[in-house]
């Protein structure tokens, strides 16, 4: 640390290109968090999902029915712990950009299959006991001001009657950071009297099992149990589940692994080039430390330090800047993206790259500073 004024003297004496090299790097930290972000806000909920429960829909196609009847089936086979169903609802707030995930649920057996969605147990029974309650996700309750006690009236194109009104009677959260806290729950019952086509179906199953180990026997036996039948099924994992709704938006993760990778290898340019110049500029200066004792390892590493300190302190600021962009902005999307949250460890990751960046743009300067001969440099000056 004795050196440290030093150092700080030395990449000052040019501060403009000091403060430009340290810019990018702040820019490029903050891409970098806003992809990570990005990221997450797409395979969050893949990781959230877990291996032991299973989705069960129409082997047709999700968009088909199932009948309700299948579930009390499902429930014998062993193995299975819970049993539950949703419907997609495609409610409309006011306007169609108001979009948030709307689900007709089985109010008997959601809470065994989703304990991690928590609502207190009073606004649980109050939803319950109203054919005409809801309960909301805290995210969407705080983007259009709900509280428990309101009247939300949705648009519902689906089903084409007009009006569906609601009483907000409760709001759930969660503890995990990633889960879903947009979701708008209603009552089956208040559905199923209301449609009139698909009467006595549902859209898609949600099984909870005993164990994650029982997750490839329990999927063959649903599939098997309903073969050849007027609804025959397709089981598996709510984690594979997740992951193929991923895939349809395409290959995100390549998509942000190229970016990123330009963004470093910009940035191994960039601070390469002004740790070179550094050092091409102060040849005499080195040559006068080695002559006067300073060891050929301390050369290497001082001119280190100066790449790691523009690298740290850029890749900080951009990543604090990323953070704060998620904290007070949120998500730009108005609520279409799961979650908008920058996790320690893209932090973490963010700050090992940045140091990563720091080691290899600097080694070859570094290098040449260390095996700078002291007569040939003092010749020169």
């Known amino acids: 640390m004795k050196f440290f004024p030093l150092i700080l003297a030395n990449l000052f004496r040019k501060k403009m290109r000091t403060v430009l090299t340290i810019g990018s790097f702040a820019v490029a930290m903050l891409l970098f ?6 990221h997450g806000a797409f395979t969050g909920g893949v990781d959230n999902a ?12 999700i968009i088909q029915p199932l009948p309700i009847s299948y579930r009390d089936q499902i429930l014998r086979i062993p193995g299975v712990k819970a049993v539950t169903f949703d419907i997609w609802f495609g409610g409309i707030y006011q306007d169609p950009k108001n979009f948030f995930p709307s689900f007709v649920i089985d109010t008997a057996n959601q809470r065994q299959v989703y304990p991690e969605l928590a609502v207190s147990d009073a606004e649980w029974n109050a ?9 909301v996700g805290s995210k969407t309750a705080k983007r259009f001001g709900w509280k428990v006690g309101d009247r939300i009236p949705l648009k519902a194109p689906i089903y084409d009657l007009d009006p569906w009104e609601f009483n907000i009677r409760g709001i759930y959260d969660s503890a995990r950071a990633g889960d879903d806290l947009s979701q708008f729950w209603l009552h089956y019952e208040y559905l199923d009297e209301r449609r009139k086509f698909e009467k006595g179906d549902i859209g898609w199953y949600t099984v909870k ?18 073969a050849n039948s007027a609804f025959e099924t397709k ?5 594979a589940a ?5 895939k349809q938006a395409g290959n995100i993760e390549f998509l942000i692994l ?8 910009t940035l191994l340019l960039v601070t390469g080039n002004t740790m070179a110049i550094a050092v091409r500029e102060r040849i005499g200066e080195l040559a006068v430390l080695k002559a006067v004792g300073y060891s ?18 850029g890749g900080a600021l951009g990543l604090g800047l990323a953070k704060l962009l998620t904290v007070v902005v949120g998500d730009p999307t108005g609520g279409l993206l799961q979650s908008f949250i920058l996790p320690g460890s893209a932090i973490l990751l963010g700050l090992a790259a940045a140091f990563g960046v720091g080691i290899l743009a600097g080694i070859i300067p570094a290098m040449s500073a260390m095996r700078l001969r002291v007569v040939d440099a003092l010749r020169g000056i």
Request: charged share 20%; hydrophobic share 60%.
């Open 296 to 313: 050929d390892r301390f050369v290497l590493f001082f001119v280190l330090a100066e790449s790691l300190f523009i690298s740290m302190v």
């Open 127 to 135: 939803f319950v006991a109203d054919r005409e309650g809801a309960i």
């Open 258 to 265: 190229a970016i990123g990778g330009v963004v470093f290898f």
């Open 33 to 38: 968090g806003l992809l990570a972000v990005i």
């Open 235 to 239: 089981t598996e994992t709510l984690q």
């Open 209 to 226: 099992l005993n164990s994650a180990d029982d997750s490839v026997r329990v999927e063959k036996a649903i599939d098997d149990m309903f």
């Open 242 to 246: 997740a992951a193929s709704w991923v």
């Open 50 to 61: 877990g291996v032991d429960r299973l989705m069960v829909v129409n082997k047709t196609s």
